[in-house]
C-alpha cells in the first residue's frame, strides 16, 4: 500500500516499485489523501467545468492502471492542508486494517521537495502504523534520487522541452531529493521506467506542452526515473524484509544517469539486507475491490466507481 498526498506522486515518487510489486503479483493499493484540486492546470480545457479535483482523479485512476494497481482509494481532504487534515489518521489506519499489507509506501521527512502536505503524509502514515503496533506492516519512506529531476529537464530540454532551469510545478528541478535523509536501499525499475512515464503522462492537468515528461524519451526516463530511494522506518511489524527483496545489489549493474542520480546512498543503510536485484515476489495481501472512492463531501464523482482498466489484482 502507498500513502500519497495528491495524484501523480503515486507515478513520481515510486510508480517503478509499484509496477514491479505488481508485475511479481503483489495486490497494490495507492491511498491518495487529496484529489490535488489546488495543482496547476496545464490547459483550461482539461477541466472545462472548473473542476479540477475531478480531472485529477480521472488521471489518477489512468495512471494506476498503468501501474498494474489493483485499488485506488481516493480521500477528499482539502489539498493544501494536509498536515492539518481531520480524521485522516484515523482513515488510514481503518484502512491498514482492512487491507493489512505487509508493506506501507510514503514519503520521507523531506517530502521529496518540503511540500507541507508531503511532510503531513509522511507524518499521518507513521502515525497510523504506529497504532497497529506489533500487527503493524513494515514501513518504507520513499523519495527521489538528488539531480533525477534536474537531470530528466536537461534530457527533455535536449529534445525541445523546457529549458532545464524552468520551474516544474512552481518548483526548481533543483529541489526534488536535494533534502532527502540517506536512503537505506534502492529499487532499480529501469524495466517500469517507461511505465513510469506514460503514467505521468496520464496526469495531462500536470504535463503541459513544455513538460520534461511530455518531452523525455523512454531513455531518458530510464536514465532519470529508474531509481527508487527507500529507507525502512525503524517501527514495530510483524512483517520482515519486503522491499528489500526488490533492492538493488551494489549499485554496479547501475548505468549513465541513473547511477549518478543515485550516488547518495550508502552502502549498508538502516535498511536491512540488501538483496540481489532479481528480487522475489512480493505479496501484500489485500483482496478489497477494485475502486476508486470518495472519502468525504466531494460532490459530483461522476465515472469514478468504475474500476481502472487492466489494473489487476492478485
Ligand atoms: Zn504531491
Redesign the pocket.
Known amino acids: 500500500m502507498a500513502v500519497?498526498?495528491?495524484?501523480?506522486?503515486e507515478a513520481?515518487?515510486c510508480g517503478g516499485t509499484l509496477a514491479r510489486a505488481a508485475d511479481a503479483g503483489a495486490a497494490v493499493v495507492v491511498v491518495c489523501a487529496s484529489r490535488?484540486e489546488m495543482?496547476s492546470l496545464s490547459d483550461p480545457a482539461l477541466a472545462p467545468d472548473g473542476d479540477l479535483g475531478r480531472a485529477r482523479a480521472l488521471e489518477l485512476s489512468a495512471s494506476a492502471a498503468e501501474l498494474g494497481v489493483g485499488e485506488v482509494v481516493l480521500l477528499d481532504h482539502p489539498d493544501g492542508s494536509l498536515r492539518w487534515a481531520d480524521g485522516l489518521g484515523e482513515e488510514l489506519a481503518a484502512l491498514l486494517r482492512r487491507v493489512r499489507p505487509q508493506a506501507v509506501i510514503t514519503f520521507d521527512a523531506d517530502g521529496?521537495y518540503w511540500?507541507p502536505?508531503?511532510v503531513g503524509v509522511h507524518e499521518w502514515t507513521t502515525r497510523a502504523v504506529l497504532l497497529l503496533g506489533a500487527e503493524a506492516p513494515a514501513l518504507y519512506y520513499v523519495t527521489l534520487p538528488a539531480g533525477a529531476v534536474r537531470g530528466l529537464c536537461e534530457a527533455a530540454h535536449a529534445r525541445g522541452g523546457s529549458p532545464p532551469g524552468a520551474a516544474l510545478w512552481g518548483i526548481s528541478p533543483d529541489a526534488f531529493g536535494a533534502l532527502a535523509p540517506p536512503s537505506g536501499f534502492r529499487v532499480d525499475v529501469r524495466d517500469q521506467a517507461a511505465r513510469k512515464l506514460a503514467a505521468l503522462r496520464h496526469h495531462h492537468t500536470q504535463a503541459g506542452a513544455g513538460s520534461p515528461f511530455r518531452w523525455a524519451s523512454e531513455e531518458d526516463a530510464r536514465a532519470w526515473l529508474g531509481v527508487e530511494l527507500f529507507r525502512r522506518a525503524p517501527t514495530a511489524t510483524a512483517f520482515g524484509d519486503v522491499l528489500e527483496h526488490l533492492a538493488d545489489g551494489a549499485g554496479d549493474n547501475m548505468e549513465g544517469g541513473a547511477r549518478e542520480a543515485s550516488g547518495n546512498v550508502p552502502a549498508g543503510g538502516e535498511g536491512g539486507p540488501v538483496a540481489g536485484s532479481a528480487g522475489g515476489p512480493v505479496t501484500v495481501r489485500g483482496s478489497g475491490p477494485v475502486a476508486v472512492r470518495a472519502g468525504g463531501p466531494g460532490g459530483a464523482r461522476d465515472g469514478l466507481d468504475d474500476p481502472p482498466s487492466g489494473g489487476p489484482v492478485a
Open positions: 500519497l498526498a495528491h495524484p501523480d506522486d513520481l515518487a490535488g495543482g521529496l511540500h502536505d508531503h
